[in-house]
């Protein structure tokens, strides 16, 4: 039996429509476990005034957060506003670019969040292989 790629079904509408508990759920999903499985980090994001704090936990595949909350112990701070995390999710700019346009600030250890970026973003196809 031929195997074919995994739909996307979260298309750029939909993702920008998700609230971001939803939003975190739907990387969770999405997150390559066996990619991630050595992967560890413990990252707080603030979206701003708008947006929220969230906690966002990486450890053995498996992608956790938490709203309202923030590990005073974070391996790093990633601040950005909502529209950025959506371009970046939908590969409509790398992390590098928001960065180097300072739509992304990152305070700690930048290494960290490039752990969970590769594991969580889809490929075209849909699948996260």
Do not use: W
């Amino acid at each position: 039996m031929a195997k074919l790629p995994t739909p996307n079904t979260a298309g750029p509408d939909t993702v920008r429509a998700m609230p971001l508990d939803l939003f975190f759920d739907y990387l969770g999903v999405r997150l390559n476990g066996p990619k991630a499985a050595d992967a560890k980090a413990v990252l707080n994001f603030d979206f701003g005034d708008t947006g929220g704090k969230y906690l966002v936990e990486l450890e053995n595949g498996v992608l956790n957060h938490s709203a309202d909350r923030q590990a005073d112990d974070a391996d790093a701070t990633v601040t950005l506003t909502r529209d950025t995390l959506n371009d970046i999710i939908l590969k409509q700019t790398t992390l590098a670019d928001g960065i180097s346009a300072g739509d992304v600030k990152i305070s700690g250890d930048q290494a960290k969040l490039e752990e969970l970026v590769p594991t969580s973003i889809p490929s075209s196809s849909g699948s996260t292989s």
